[in-house]
């Protein structure tokens, strides 16, 4: 791209207390993938302020998950020469107490969630706020869709965190698990549960695992760590949809966050249930239909490799901080290689 | 000009706050963005202070802040309230109606019941940004047959069990979540009804995917009242926003004001009914969506915040009368009115505690200083007390103390506490707080900064050491060696801070992010130097013109002799004046006396208190070339310094002002002091002192052997320490009665008051407020009106040898002991060598 912007990216936290670190890479990877590596410089939050002092950049682009605690260093360092700085705060509303006040110290913030972007922007008071959902990567997540049903292990697959709302879900669906070749994997689950593996997985598992399962649950998130504010109901769906859905997994996901219908069409690249008679009656008629269920899976991965990777966000994000740019439309082929780093669940 | 309004939902924390912004934008659309401010009760004055409304639009209603509102009343011309919980909250919102000027209720039934003199009805509404969707394009795009979200109120119990019996043959969604306001359901829906919260934008989507959406009215109110009101609420012009088909509860003739009845909505009366007409909108999409679409048009048209915005105005946008404004309990008459301002001083320690020291001392002798202009209170905590759950407030004037009693232990360095949060808050308003001082932060909260400036007080903070900048405020690393901050990386801190307190990476960072939003709320930083106003510039963004240099400390000593001089062959008596503690330089010190110990001439008097192992390095000497005075009283300073040539200063930390260097040039000694932080930048090499490097206790014996051998230089530097300006105390009070004028005047400047007292009749204050008690709870002690001893007592002087025996053992003891008897009963004794 002719006459790019240069981009210095950095993560808020240190790896150590990022528990969705590998989403770093992924924007990393976009944005090279957009403006070309010697246009990108990614740092991180220990190393932010020398790169700045050192060099010029076009913009500071943070990816952020809480107040970013050097943020004034950074602001006094790059004010001086008019850089902008966006962040993008991937963990809205979980921790959003703090994220209020970032709007006072950058130029652009774009939140994860909808609901959250309303708050942000206090009934039209700020308008340096956007709405940015979390994406896959496809690198670090495609994987074909099978051609047949024998490619599959198991009917049910979950792997994330056992929230309180997750297991009072779960626990509504018993009877349905325990009939099917069900895994749910991730800490905090009831270990009586015949289906559940405690503990973590690594990234190659977790793609393996929506891959091979004919059904892959997305499972809404109620646990907040600092939401008391406003005490925000969130509307977005997390990054795991995108990536499940690029995997080549088939998604059910409860009716409660439908927010999920404008990302995928309902009925026909994901389903949704409402209750366990109608989970049960969804379970039957999809494990019955295989082809139907893997004309979804496509559908659904075809509509994350248009419209749901991460090039795509980034792409949206240049746009509203540079509006006079001409910023690419992503290549549709993939990058050659990811970096990708072994990935926490949550 | 347009209206400018400031929007104030009354609930902090109530997750309804979202009406705030959906009527913050319909404000917006019909008085412009710049004319409408939304604000929280945390900062309400301070926006009303900046933002200069002519109308506070307070919204909700719900626990209403009496002296908050007291406190706003005088900076805006009118005074309205929307209430959007009526009737259920009625008989609680008609008591503060008569707050206000004008009043909005949501129920029209409700209206009719204030005795108000401006009472108008607004109905709630929706929001399109949040709440409209297109219409779906066929049928098959619904989820559910049937759909309504909402709270068991008991009145809706019999439709409910209608709808739960209808899940067997149609698609029927419910969302009826368990709330403490609602008593549990009695239905026992399942979890995947009564467990989910949803967001407003997903609770209209589903709206949108429903063919059927139930609209069910509400009796019940909190106190066990049935109140049925009349107006519909906010879902239903919401559901109808987003496209729904609405089947609503009829017995409500006011829904035929906001939909027809039958060509945009259609209601039921009994669960028959309502079976009935479900089961036929259902065989008939045609006209239900003809319907829904209708009704959505007319909710654009009629029913958004825009269009309840544009009644609101048009209602306060004439003239209104104050006269039916009531007087606020709790309000006690304001500044300006024949009393002088009111200024609170915020310090760690009062001056009595035994672990006092110059801060406390300053703080106290400034609070006295100043009472004569002002009326001077001291906020302190019992730092004696090892859990910090003590605080006192100290009325100089009135010669008052107030105890409060924390229920909870103070952790250090927290930034917000909402229980003392609550008691300062409680004490800028009830006090009638003009203006804060805070002198330091040790043992409070960072947060009660921000509270004065929400309040809208003026805030000055002195910066008396480097508390504000590190939690190792002296700046001595885990190595005790000064860290040097401006430069320094975040992972030296990391590893430092890890090494001393244990706490994980990113803690330094964060603390300083969160002081940073603590510091940009001053409107003054006291510093005490030009290398510490330097320091923390470089870890800050602070302005130059919210800097204040200026030295603490009351320096009233009688003025040295200008014609003393050392006589040749007199020995060289060097003064230690401060404490011996490590950050202090008191191994650097000893050392420098054991190696001066054998020179002739050469005599070291060390006034400061001396702990135990120090005493051991240099008990031979004792008597023989050095002194001890086990502390001192200031009182006693100019007689004791009368005798003494120089003053050894050995600090390893950038003292940021150093009250001891003060008072040395104060009494002519000549300060021979390690070159750093402010020791480095007030003494001068050469011209009114000697400098060494920090920690070199062979330089510093060098610089004394100088001074002892060199009569000229000794002449030389005893001139320029008299030449050295030495700061008193009336220069001390005159300096911070300007700044502090200015500030009050510049607040009340932008303070918009009011032109006649309107017909406003304020009450004095008397004991903790409805608010007070309210937000702060019955555990608060009540005022206890006790005498403040100016000095320590026998009494308390036992109760804390008590507490030290307790926690020190008896050699503690005995030492306290010890020096209380030679202090007071052999003073002139003690202090002769």
């Known amino acids: 791209m002719s006459d790019a912007p240069r981009i210095f990216f950095y ?35 220990f190393s932010a302020l020398d790169h700045l002092r050192r060099d010029r950049f076009d913009l500071v682009l943070i990816l952020a998950n809480a107040l970013d605690p050097g943020l004034h260093r950074i602001r006094a360092t790059v004010s001086r020469r008019k850089t902008p700085i966006a962040v993008w705060v991937h963990d809205d509303p979980y921790e959003i107490d703090d994220n209020f006040d970032l709007l006072d110290h950058v130029d652009f913030l774009f939140t994860n969630d909808r609901t959250s972007l309303a708050y942000y922007r206090r009934g039209g008071e700020r308008t340096n706020a956007f709405h940015l959902p979390m994406a896959a990567c496809h690198a670090a997540h495609f994987r074909p869709v099978p051609e047949d049903d024998a490619h599959y292990v198991r009917d049910l697959f979950f792997c994330g965190v056992g929230f309180e709302n997750r297991r009072r879900l779960l626990g509504e669906l018993l009877e349905t698990l325990r009939a099917r070749a069900t895994a749910v994997v991730g800490p905090e689950w009831p270990e009586e549960w015949p289906f559940v593996t405690s503990g973590r997985i690594g990234h190659r598992e977790l793609i393996e695992g929506y891959n091979r399962s004919r059904i892959v649950f997305h499972l809404p998130r109620a646990h907040m760590l600092a939401n008391t504010r406003y005490r925000i109901v969130p509307s977005t769906p997390g990054p795991r949809l995108f990536e499940a859905a690029l995997a080549g997994g088939f998604q059910l996901t409860p009716d409660e966050r439908p927010e999920v219908g404008e990302y995928y069409r309902v009925g026909e690249e994901i389903e949704v249930f409402r209750s366990p008679a109608d989970f049960d009656a969804k379970v039957k008629r999809y494990l019955g239909s295989p082809d139907h269920r893997l004309r979804m899976a496509r559908a659904a991965q075809e509509r994350t490799l248009r419209e749901h990777l991460y090039v795509h966000r980034v792409r949206d994000l240049l746009r509203v901080v540079f509006p006079g740019l001409g910023v690419p439309e992503p290549d549709p082929s993939p990058p050659a290689a990811c970096a990708d780093p072994a990935m926490a669940l949550s | 000009m347009a209206l400018k309004l400031l929007l104030l939902y009354t609930r902090e924390g109530s997750p309804n706050q ?225 496209g729904a088909f609405v089947l609503a509860e009829g017995g409500r003739p006011e829904l035929e004001e906001y939909f027809q009845v039958g060509e945009e909505i259609d209601t039921f009366e009994t669960p028959a009914e309502l079976e009935g007409k479900i089961e036929w909108y259902l065989r008939n999409p045609d006209r239900r969506r003809r319907m829904a679409k209708a009704a959505q048009r007319r909710a654009l048209r009629e029913h958004s915040y825009e269009a309840r915005a544009r009644r609101l105005v048009a209602a306060l946008d004439r003239p209104i009368s104050r006269a039916a404004r009531a007087p606020m309990p709790g309000a006690g008459p304001r500044p300006g009115a024949g009393q002088d301002p009111t200024v609170l001083f915020v310090v760690h320690n009062n001056s009595s505690s035994p672990v006092a020291g110059g801060t406390e001392f300053h703080t106290e002798w400034l609070a006295e200083g100043l009472a004569g202009r002002y009326r001077t209170l001291m906020y302190y905590c019992d730092g004696t007390n090892p859990s910090l759950d003590v605080y006192y407030l100290h009325d100089l004037r009135r010669k008052t103390t107030r105890a409060f009693r924390m229920r909870r232990p103070f952790e250090m360095g927290t930034y917000g506490d909402r229980e003392r949060n609550a008691v300062f808050e409680r004490l800028l308003l009830e006090e009638q707080v003009d203006l804060v001082h805070f002198q330091h932060l040790l043992y409070h909260p960072f947060s009660l900064v921000e509270i004065a400036a929400y309040y809208g007080r003026p805030v000055v903070v002195t910066l008396q050491d480097f508390y504000l900048a590190c939690q190792r405020f002296n700046l001595l690393d885990y190595r005790g060696h000064y860290c040097e901050p401006a430069t320094l990386p975040w992972s030296s801190c990391d590893v430092c801070l890890s090494a001393t307190h244990g706490l994980p990476a990113g803690s330094q960072a964060r603390r300083r992010m969160l002081l940073e939003r603590v510091l940009a709320r001053a409107d003054i930083l006291q510093v005490l130097s030009e290398h510490e106003r330097d320091l ?125 260097l003060t008072e040395a040039f104060a009494l002519g000694l000549i300060p021979v002091a390690s070159r750093v932080g402010a020791l480095g930048e007030r003494v001068r090499d050469g011209m009114n002192g000697l400098h060494f490097a920090p920690g070199n206790a062979g330089e510093a014996a060098d610089k004394i052997r100088l001074l002892r051998d060199d009569p000229a230089l000794f002449r030389r530097l005893k001139e320029g320490v008299y ?72 009494r308390s002087l036992t109760q804390a040898s008590w507490k030290t025996l307790k926690t020190g053992g008896p050699a503690a003891l005995f030492r306290r002991g010890h020096l209380f008897v030679r202090k007071r009963f052999f003073p002139a004794k003690a202090l002769e060598p």
Request: hydrophobic share 40%; proline share 9%.
């Open chain 2, 536 to 660: 923390f510039q470089a870890l800050y963004p602070i302005p130059d013109e919210k800097i204040w240099v200026q030295m603490v400390g009351p320096v009233e000593l009688a003025p040295p002799s200008r014609r003393y001089e050392r006589s040749l062959g007199e020995p060289l008596r060097v003064g230690v004046l401060g404490n011996f503690a490590p950050h202090k330089g008191g191994d650097t010190i000893l050392r420098t006396i054991s190696h001066l110990a054998h020179e002739s001439g050469i005599e070291f008097h060390v006034l400061g208190r001396l702990d135990p192992g120090g005493l051991s390095a240099i008990k031979p000497l004792l008597g023989r070339t050095v002194w001890l005075y086990h502390g001192y009283r200031r009182a006693d300073l100019t007689r004791l310094a009368r005798r003494l040539d120089v003053a050894l200063f050995a600090s390893i930390w950038p003292e940021t002002g150093c009250i001891a």
């Open chain 2, 18 to 242: 979202y009406l705030s912004f959906y009527m913050a934008s319909g404000l917006r659309a019909v008085l412009g963005a710049e004319s409408v401010r939304l604000t929280e009760p945390r900062c309400a004055v301070a926006d009303a202070v900046r933002f200069g409304p002519d109308a506070l639009v307070c919204l909700g209603g719900e626990e209403l802040q009496f002296e908050l509102l007291a406190e706003l009343r005088p900076l805006v011309e009118t005074m309205a309230v929307w209430y959007t919980e009526d009737p259920w909250e009625e008989v609680t919102n008609r008591r503060t109606a008569s707050w206000f000027d004008v009043v909005f209720t949501n129920d029209r039934s409700a209206a009719a019941r204030y005795h108000h003199p401006a009472v108008h009805h607004l109905p709630l509404g929706g929001d399109p940004e949040t709440h409209f969707r297109p219409p779906l394009a066929d049928e098959e795009q619904y989820w559910f047959d049937v759909f309504f979200a909402g709270l068991p109120w008991p009145n809706r119990s019999a439709t409910l069990r209608v709808l739960k019996a209808l899940q067997a043959r149609r698609a029927v969604r419910l969302i009826v979540p368990e709330s403490p306001y609602a008593p549990p359901s009695p239905q026992d829906l399942p979890l995947h009804e009564s467990g989910i919260w949803l967001a407003n934008r997903d609770l209209a989507t589903l709206y949108q995917r429903s063919r059927i959406t139930i609209d069910l009215r509400r009796t019940y109110s909190g106190d066990g009242t049935e109140r049925p009101g009349s107006t519909p609420g906010n879902r239903l012009f919401e559901a109808a926003l987003s």
């Open chain 1, 11 to 45: 993560c808020s936290l240190p790896d150590s207390l990022n528990t969705n670190r590998g989403i770093r890479f992924h924007v990393y990877e976009a944005l090279v993938a957009l403006l070309g590596e010697e246009e990108v410089t990614m740092g991180t939050c």
């Open chain 2, 723 to 794: 030449a050295t300006p030495t700061l008193q105390a009336g220069e001390v009070i005159d300096c911070h009665v300007k700044i502090y004028e200015d500030l009050l005047m510049r607040y009340r400047r932008s303070a918009r008051r009011l032109s006649p007292p309107v017909a406003v009749k304020e009450t004095a204050s008397a004991g903790p407020s409805r608010f007070a008690q309210a937000r702060v709870g019955s555990w608060l002690s009540r005022p206890l009106p006790v005498s403040v001893p100016p000095r320590p007592s026998l």
